[in-house]
Protein backbone atom coordinates (compact mmCIF):
# COMPACT_ATOMS: atom_id res chain seq x y z
CA UNK A 1 0.00 0.00 0.00
CA UNK A 2 1.40 3.13 -0.69
CA UNK A 3 -0.07 5.19 1.95
CA UNK A 4 2.74 7.74 2.23
CA UNK A 5 1.67 9.72 -1.56
CA UNK A 6 -1.80 10.03 -0.59
CA UNK A 7 -2.96 13.56 -0.43
CA UNK A 8 -5.57 15.63 1.49
CA UNK A 9 -8.27 16.22 -0.86
CA UNK A 10 -8.14 12.11 -1.84
CA UNK A 11 -8.14 11.47 2.08
CA UNK A 12 -11.17 13.55 2.22
CA UNK A 13 -13.36 11.84 -0.48
CA UNK A 14 -12.32 8.35 1.14
CA UNK A 15 -14.80 8.28 3.27
CA UNK A 16 -17.62 9.01 0.21
CA UNK A 17 -16.20 5.74 -1.40
CA UNK A 18 -16.33 3.73 1.96
CA UNK A 19 -19.57 4.89 2.07
CA UNK A 20 -20.81 4.10 -1.52
CA UNK A 21 -19.20 0.76 -1.56
CA UNK A 22 -20.89 -0.19 2.15
CA UNK A 23 -24.29 0.57 0.45
CA UNK A 24 -23.35 -1.28 -2.66
CA UNK A 25 -21.99 -4.10 -0.81
CA UNK A 26 -25.53 -3.93 1.11
CA UNK A 27 -27.48 -4.26 -1.96
CA UNK A 28 -25.73 -7.45 -3.09
CA UNK A 29 -23.28 -5.60 -6.41
CA UNK A 30 -20.33 -7.76 -6.38
CA UNK A 31 -18.45 -5.61 -8.99
CA UNK A 32 -18.70 -1.93 -10.55
CA UNK A 33 -16.47 -0.14 -13.04
CA UNK A 34 -15.27 3.15 -12.12
CA UNK A 35 -18.08 4.62 -14.76
CA UNK A 36 -20.87 3.38 -12.80
CA UNK A 37 -19.08 4.25 -8.94
CA UNK A 38 -18.90 7.66 -11.15
CA UNK A 39 -22.60 7.99 -11.67
CA UNK A 40 -23.47 7.09 -7.92
CA UNK A 41 -20.78 9.56 -6.82
CA UNK A 42 -21.01 12.51 -8.63
CA UNK A 43 -17.18 12.26 -9.41
CA UNK A 44 -15.47 11.22 -12.96
CA UNK A 45 -14.59 7.98 -13.87
CA UNK A 46 -11.03 9.01 -14.41
CA UNK A 47 -10.91 10.90 -11.43
CA UNK A 48 -11.89 7.50 -9.44
CA UNK A 49 -9.37 5.46 -11.31
CA UNK A 50 -6.57 8.24 -10.28
CA UNK A 51 -8.09 8.17 -6.30
CA UNK A 52 -7.98 4.54 -6.06
CA UNK A 53 -4.72 3.83 -8.09
CA UNK A 54 -3.04 5.52 -4.79
CA UNK A 55 -3.57 2.40 -2.58
CA UNK A 56 -2.18 -0.16 -5.29
CA UNK A 57 -4.16 -2.16 -7.84
CA UNK A 58 -7.55 -2.73 -7.02
CA UNK A 59 -9.32 -2.46 -10.33
CA UNK A 60 -9.03 -4.81 -13.05
CA UNK A 61 -9.42 -3.94 -16.86
CA UNK A 62 -12.49 -4.62 -18.40
CA UNK A 63 -13.59 -6.49 -14.92
CA UNK A 64 -14.08 -3.05 -12.61
CA UNK A 65 -13.59 -3.45 -9.01
CA UNK A 66 -14.43 -5.55 -6.25
CA UNK A 67 -17.01 -3.89 -4.48
CA UNK A 68 -16.37 -5.88 -0.71
CA UNK A 69 -12.69 -6.17 -1.52
CA UNK A 70 -12.14 -2.37 -2.18
CA UNK A 71 -14.69 -1.63 0.92
CA UNK A 72 -12.80 -3.84 3.04
CA UNK A 73 -9.56 -2.32 2.31
CA UNK A 74 -10.71 1.34 2.21
CA UNK A 75 -12.52 0.54 5.74
CA UNK A 76 -8.80 -0.38 7.01
CA UNK A 77 -7.17 2.61 5.69
CA UNK A 78 -10.04 4.86 7.52
CA UNK A 79 -9.27 2.67 10.89
CA UNK A 80 -12.42 1.41 10.44
CA UNK A 81 -12.31 -2.05 12.45
CA UNK A 82 -10.01 -0.53 15.35
CA UNK A 83 -12.59 -0.80 18.04
CA UNK A 84 -12.35 3.27 18.08
CA UNK A 85 -14.41 4.21 21.45
CA UNK A 86 -16.09 7.68 21.94
CA UNK A 87 -17.17 10.02 24.33
CA UNK A 88 -20.03 12.56 23.92
CA UNK A 89 -19.08 16.30 25.82
CA UNK A 90 -22.65 18.33 25.86
CA UNK A 91 -25.67 16.25 25.99
CA UNK A 92 -28.20 19.45 24.88
CA UNK A 93 -30.19 19.23 21.16
CA UNK A 94 -26.89 18.50 19.22
CA UNK A 95 -25.08 16.20 21.45
CA UNK A 96 -29.06 14.09 22.09
CA UNK A 97 -29.62 14.19 18.26
CA UNK A 98 -26.42 12.52 17.92
CA UNK A 99 -26.76 9.78 20.70
CA UNK A 100 -29.98 8.86 19.12
CA UNK A 101 -29.79 9.25 15.54
CA UNK A 102 -25.97 8.66 14.55
CA UNK A 103 -24.69 5.13 13.76
CA UNK A 104 -21.52 5.51 15.69
CA UNK A 105 -21.35 1.76 14.88
CA UNK A 106 -21.29 1.93 11.07
CA UNK A 107 -18.11 4.09 11.31
CA UNK A 108 -16.34 1.51 13.71
CA UNK A 109 -16.85 3.64 16.79
CA UNK A 110 -19.05 3.10 19.88
CA UNK A 111 -19.99 5.27 22.37
CA UNK A 112 -19.33 4.51 25.71
CA UNK A 113 -19.96 7.30 27.76
CA UNK A 114 -21.45 11.26 27.65
CA UNK A 115 -21.07 14.32 30.17
CA UNK A 116 -22.85 16.92 30.87
CA UNK A 117 -22.69 19.77 33.57
CA UNK A 118 -26.47 19.69 34.08
CA UNK A 119 -27.84 17.87 36.85
CA UNK A 120 -30.69 16.92 36.03
CA UNK A 121 -28.97 14.84 33.37
CA UNK A 122 -26.22 13.64 35.03
CA UNK A 123 -26.69 9.77 36.01
CA UNK A 124 -29.38 9.27 33.78
CA UNK A 125 -29.30 7.54 30.46
CA UNK A 126 -29.88 8.56 26.90
CA UNK A 127 -29.73 6.34 23.98
CA UNK A 128 -28.37 3.16 25.62
CA UNK A 129 -25.73 5.54 27.30
CA UNK A 130 -24.65 6.73 30.57
CA UNK A 131 -24.44 10.77 31.28
CA UNK A 132 -21.27 12.02 33.84
CA UNK A 133 -20.85 14.62 35.38
CA UNK A 134 -18.06 16.44 33.47
CA UNK A 135 -16.30 17.17 36.85
CA UNK A 136 -15.30 13.49 36.60
CA UNK A 137 -13.83 13.46 32.86
CA UNK A 138 -10.18 12.78 34.03
CA UNK A 139 -11.38 10.30 36.49
CA UNK A 140 -13.07 8.39 33.90
CA UNK A 141 -10.31 8.72 30.65
CA UNK A 142 -7.72 7.60 33.47
CA UNK A 143 -9.93 4.39 34.08
CA UNK A 144 -11.34 3.63 30.39
CA UNK A 145 -9.34 6.18 27.93
CA UNK A 146 -11.11 7.00 24.45
CA UNK A 147 -10.15 7.88 21.25
CA UNK A 148 -12.61 10.73 20.18
CA UNK A 149 -14.00 12.99 22.15
CA UNK A 150 -17.49 14.52 20.11
CA UNK A 151 -17.38 18.01 21.45
CA UNK A 152 -21.13 19.66 21.68
CA UNK A 153 -21.01 21.86 24.25
CA UNK A 154 -21.65 25.24 23.94
CA UNK A 155 -19.02 27.62 22.17
CA UNK A 156 -17.51 29.27 25.02
CA UNK A 157 -16.82 25.93 26.72
CA UNK A 158 -15.07 24.28 23.73
CA UNK A 159 -11.65 25.43 24.03
CA UNK A 160 -10.89 24.35 27.61
CA UNK A 161 -12.52 21.32 27.52
CA UNK A 162 -10.24 20.94 24.51
CA UNK A 163 -7.11 21.21 26.34
CA UNK A 164 -8.31 18.97 29.04
CA UNK A 165 -9.43 15.86 26.84
CA UNK A 166 -5.53 16.42 25.10
CA UNK A 167 -4.07 16.47 28.47
CA UNK A 168 -5.85 13.20 29.29
CA UNK A 169 -4.45 11.84 26.02
CA UNK A 170 -7.92 11.47 23.94
CA UNK A 171 -6.64 10.93 20.48
CA UNK A 172 -9.18 12.92 18.75
CA UNK A 173 -11.91 15.75 18.92
CA UNK A 174 -14.58 15.85 16.64
CA UNK A 175 -15.60 19.73 17.16
CA UNK A 176 -19.65 20.66 16.52
CA UNK A 177 -18.64 24.42 18.36
CA UNK A 178 -17.98 26.73 15.65
CA UNK A 179 -14.71 27.65 17.97
CA UNK A 180 -11.03 27.37 16.41
CA UNK A 181 -9.89 25.19 18.67
CA UNK A 182 -5.93 25.64 19.99
CA UNK A 183 -5.04 21.76 21.07
CA UNK A 184 -1.85 20.80 22.04
CA UNK A 185 0.18 17.63 20.99
CA UNK A 186 -0.51 14.70 18.72
CA UNK A 187 -4.52 15.02 19.56
CA UNK A 188 -6.05 16.27 15.82
CA UNK A 189 -9.44 18.30 15.30
CA UNK A 190 -12.12 17.43 12.95
CA UNK A 191 -14.88 20.37 12.55
CA UNK A 192 -18.16 19.98 11.35
CA UNK A 193 -18.38 23.75 10.02
CA UNK A 194 -22.60 23.63 9.22
CA UNK A 195 -22.01 27.28 7.75
CA UNK A 196 -19.45 25.93 5.08
CA UNK A 197 -22.33 23.78 3.53
CA UNK A 198 -25.09 26.41 3.84
CA UNK A 199 -22.86 28.83 1.68
CA UNK A 200 -21.88 26.23 -0.45
CA UNK A 201 -25.56 25.64 -0.57
CA UNK A 202 -26.31 29.36 -1.29
CA UNK A 203 -23.94 29.48 -4.29
CA UNK A 204 -25.45 26.59 -6.04
CA UNK A 205 -28.79 28.46 -5.79
CA UNK A 206 -27.27 32.05 -6.75
CA UNK A 207 -25.54 31.28 -9.75
CA UNK A 208 -28.38 31.04 -11.95
CA UNK B 1 -15.15 38.07 -12.60
CA UNK B 2 -14.20 34.67 -14.33
CA UNK B 3 -16.36 32.90 -12.17
CA UNK B 4 -16.98 30.01 -15.13
CA UNK B 5 -13.69 28.81 -14.28
CA UNK B 6 -13.84 27.72 -10.85
CA UNK B 7 -13.84 24.71 -10.01
CA UNK B 8 -15.96 22.67 -7.29
CA UNK B 9 -13.06 22.17 -5.23
CA UNK B 10 -12.41 26.09 -5.61
CA UNK B 11 -16.25 26.62 -4.97
CA UNK B 12 -15.93 24.07 -1.49
CA UNK B 13 -13.35 26.29 -0.14
CA UNK B 14 -14.50 29.56 -0.51
CA UNK B 15 -17.26 29.25 2.49
CA UNK B 16 -13.67 28.82 4.69
CA UNK B 17 -12.08 32.22 2.89
CA UNK B 18 -15.67 33.99 3.59
CA UNK B 19 -15.42 32.85 7.56
CA UNK B 20 -11.80 33.22 7.92
CA UNK B 21 -12.19 36.89 6.46
CA UNK B 22 -15.51 37.36 8.31
CA UNK B 23 -13.64 36.79 12.03
CA UNK B 24 -10.25 39.00 10.47
CA UNK B 25 -13.07 41.61 9.62
CA UNK B 26 -14.46 41.58 12.65
CA UNK B 27 -11.14 41.71 14.64
CA UNK B 28 -10.30 44.85 12.85
CA UNK B 29 -7.77 43.70 10.34
CA UNK B 30 -7.33 45.76 7.17
CA UNK B 31 -5.33 43.79 5.06
CA UNK B 32 -3.57 40.54 4.97
CA UNK B 33 -0.88 38.65 2.92
CA UNK B 34 -1.52 35.06 1.52
CA UNK B 35 1.06 34.10 3.98
CA UNK B 36 -1.13 35.10 6.88
CA UNK B 37 -3.98 34.11 5.52
CA UNK B 38 -2.30 30.54 4.76
CA UNK B 39 -1.25 30.19 8.39
CA UNK B 40 -5.10 31.08 9.54
CA UNK B 41 -6.77 28.34 7.18
CA UNK B 42 -4.21 25.57 6.80
CA UNK B 43 -4.23 25.89 3.12
CA UNK B 44 -1.23 26.87 1.70
CA UNK B 45 0.06 30.20 0.50
CA UNK B 46 0.47 29.13 -3.18
CA UNK B 47 -2.72 27.60 -3.42
CA UNK B 48 -4.71 30.80 -1.66
CA UNK B 49 -3.17 32.87 -4.36
CA UNK B 50 -4.31 30.14 -6.87
CA UNK B 51 -7.60 30.22 -5.81
CA UNK B 52 -8.18 33.78 -5.50
CA UNK B 53 -6.76 34.39 -9.13
CA UNK B 54 -10.01 33.40 -10.32
CA UNK B 55 -11.99 35.66 -8.87
CA UNK B 56 -9.54 38.61 -10.02
CA UNK B 57 -6.94 40.43 -9.09
CA UNK B 58 -7.75 40.96 -4.78
CA UNK B 59 -4.40 40.98 -4.08
CA UNK B 60 -1.49 43.51 -4.91
CA UNK B 61 2.46 42.39 -4.94
CA UNK B 62 3.62 43.31 -1.46
CA UNK B 63 0.55 44.60 0.17
CA UNK B 64 -1.65 41.69 0.13
CA UNK B 65 -5.31 40.97 0.21
CA UNK B 66 -7.51 44.11 1.39
CA UNK B 67 -9.53 41.81 3.92
CA UNK B 68 -13.22 44.04 3.82
CA UNK B 69 -12.71 44.33 -0.26
CA UNK B 70 -12.24 40.14 -0.16
CA UNK B 71 -14.88 39.18 2.17
CA UNK B 72 -17.46 41.36 0.27
CA UNK B 73 -16.58 40.08 -2.98
CA UNK B 74 -16.51 36.59 -1.85
CA UNK B 75 -19.63 37.03 -0.13
CA UNK B 76 -21.31 38.24 -3.08
CA UNK B 77 -20.23 35.08 -5.23
CA UNK B 78 -21.83 32.97 -2.35
CA UNK B 79 -25.00 34.66 -2.52
CA UNK B 80 -24.57 36.03 0.92
CA UNK B 81 -26.70 39.51 0.52
CA UNK B 82 -29.15 37.83 -1.63
CA UNK B 83 -31.90 37.98 1.65
CA UNK B 84 -32.57 34.12 1.46
CA UNK B 85 -35.36 32.44 2.92
CA UNK B 86 -34.92 29.31 4.77
CA UNK B 87 -37.77 26.87 6.43
CA UNK B 88 -36.65 24.16 8.40
CA UNK B 89 -38.74 20.77 8.31
CA UNK B 90 -38.66 18.43 11.37
CA UNK B 91 -38.20 20.47 14.73
CA UNK B 92 -36.49 17.13 16.97
CA UNK B 93 -33.28 17.31 18.35
CA UNK B 94 -31.24 17.82 15.86
CA UNK B 95 -33.62 20.84 13.95
CA UNK B 96 -34.03 22.44 17.33
CA UNK B 97 -30.04 22.54 17.85
CA UNK B 98 -30.19 24.76 14.48
CA UNK B 99 -32.78 26.82 15.40
CA UNK B 100 -31.65 27.72 18.42
CA UNK B 101 -28.02 27.43 18.15
CA UNK B 102 -27.05 27.97 14.34
CA UNK B 103 -26.38 31.71 13.44
CA UNK B 104 -28.46 31.56 9.51
CA UNK B 105 -28.25 35.33 9.74
CA UNK B 106 -24.35 35.21 9.03
CA UNK B 107 -24.76 33.00 6.26
CA UNK B 108 -27.44 35.81 4.40
CA UNK B 109 -30.28 33.34 5.59
CA UNK B 110 -33.63 34.10 7.57
CA UNK B 111 -35.60 31.01 9.02
CA UNK B 112 -39.20 32.04 8.65
CA UNK B 113 -41.07 29.11 9.25
CA UNK B 114 -40.35 25.49 10.78
CA UNK B 115 -42.77 22.30 10.07
CA UNK B 116 -43.58 19.29 12.20
CA UNK B 117 -45.99 16.47 12.55
CA UNK B 118 -45.92 16.60 16.25
CA UNK B 119 -49.43 18.13 17.44
CA UNK B 120 -47.39 18.96 20.33
CA UNK B 121 -45.28 21.06 18.71
CA UNK B 122 -47.62 22.69 16.03
CA UNK B 123 -48.76 26.44 17.09
CA UNK B 124 -45.95 26.77 19.08
CA UNK B 125 -42.98 29.18 18.59
CA UNK B 126 -39.11 28.02 18.50
CA UNK B 127 -36.12 30.15 18.66
CA UNK B 128 -38.57 32.74 17.72
CA UNK B 129 -39.72 30.48 15.04
CA UNK B 130 -43.56 29.13 14.41
CA UNK B 131 -43.81 25.79 13.84
CA UNK B 132 -46.52 24.67 11.63
CA UNK B 133 -48.26 21.28 10.41
CA UNK B 134 -46.44 19.73 7.76
CA UNK B 135 -49.47 19.49 5.86
CA UNK B 136 -49.72 23.14 5.17
CA UNK B 137 -46.16 22.77 3.62
CA UNK B 138 -47.85 24.19 -0.07
CA UNK B 139 -50.26 26.63 1.70
CA UNK B 140 -47.34 28.11 3.02
CA UNK B 141 -44.90 27.67 0.16
CA UNK B 142 -47.62 29.00 -2.56
CA UNK B 143 -48.17 32.24 -0.06
CA UNK B 144 -44.33 32.79 0.75
CA UNK B 145 -42.08 30.84 -1.02
CA UNK B 146 -38.31 29.68 0.25
CA UNK B 147 -35.01 29.72 -1.15
CA UNK B 148 -33.57 26.77 0.65
CA UNK B 149 -35.81 23.68 3.08
CA UNK B 150 -33.42 22.23 6.39
CA UNK B 151 -34.69 18.72 6.17
CA UNK B 152 -34.02 17.25 9.45
CA UNK B 153 -36.88 15.07 9.46
CA UNK B 154 -36.76 10.89 9.67
CA UNK B 155 -35.21 9.37 7.15
CA UNK B 156 -37.81 7.41 5.86
CA UNK B 157 -39.57 10.78 5.44
CA UNK B 158 -36.83 12.83 3.73
CA UNK B 159 -37.52 11.57 -0.09
CA UNK B 160 -41.30 12.39 -0.12
CA UNK B 161 -40.79 15.52 1.27
CA UNK B 162 -37.73 16.66 -0.58
CA UNK B 163 -40.22 15.87 -4.09
CA UNK B 164 -42.58 18.35 -2.44
CA UNK B 165 -40.34 20.50 -2.19
CA UNK B 166 -39.02 20.76 -5.40
CA UNK B 167 -42.19 20.47 -6.71
CA UNK B 168 -43.19 23.44 -4.81
CA UNK B 169 -40.24 25.07 -6.20
CA UNK B 170 -37.80 25.91 -3.39
CA UNK B 171 -34.31 26.32 -4.45
CA UNK B 172 -32.30 24.32 -2.38
CA UNK B 173 -32.53 21.23 -0.12
CA UNK B 174 -29.79 21.24 2.97
CA UNK B 175 -30.13 17.41 3.73
CA UNK B 176 -28.94 16.21 7.01
CA UNK B 177 -31.41 12.88 6.61
CA UNK B 178 -28.34 10.31 5.95
CA UNK B 179 -30.42 9.40 2.08
CA UNK B 180 -29.35 10.53 -0.70
CA UNK B 181 -32.05 12.61 -1.91
CA UNK B 182 -33.79 12.20 -5.62
CA UNK B 183 -34.85 15.65 -6.56
CA UNK B 184 -36.23 16.46 -9.92
CA UNK B 185 -35.29 19.60 -11.63
CA UNK B 186 -32.85 22.93 -11.33
CA UNK B 187 -33.73 22.12 -7.16
CA UNK B 188 -29.97 22.13 -5.78
CA UNK B 189 -29.48 19.28 -2.59
CA UNK B 190 -26.30 19.90 -0.23
CA UNK B 191 -25.94 17.05 1.98
CA UNK B 192 -24.51 17.04 5.31
CA UNK B 193 -22.78 13.70 6.13
CA UNK B 194 -21.72 13.53 9.75
CA UNK B 195 -20.52 10.05 8.83
CA UNK B 196 -18.01 11.09 6.70
CA UNK B 197 -16.70 13.61 9.03
CA UNK B 198 -15.76 11.14 11.08
CA UNK B 199 -14.29 8.60 8.91
CA UNK B 200 -11.73 11.95 8.45
CA UNK B 201 -10.85 11.94 12.46
CA UNK B 202 -11.14 8.24 12.34
CA UNK B 203 -8.29 8.23 9.53
CA UNK B 204 -6.17 11.17 11.40
CA UNK B 205 -6.03 9.22 14.81
CA UNK B 206 -5.32 5.68 12.86
CA UNK B 207 -2.17 6.78 11.15
CA UNK B 208 0.34 6.24 13.74
Not at 28 to 50: D, H, P, Y
Not at 98 to 121: H, Y
Not at 144 to 159: I, K, M, R, W
Request: charged share 20%; proline share 3%; net charge neutral.
Amino acid sequence: MKREKVSTAVIRRLPRYYRNLEELSQAGTVRISSKALSASMGITASQIRQDLSCFGEFGLQGYGYNVENLRREIGEILGVGRGHRAILLGAGNLGRALMENFRFDRCGFSLEAAFDTDPALIGTELAGVQVLDVAELETYLAAHGADVAVLTVPGPAAQALARRLAQAGVGGVWNFTNMELDVPGPTAVENVHFADSLLTLSYMISKG
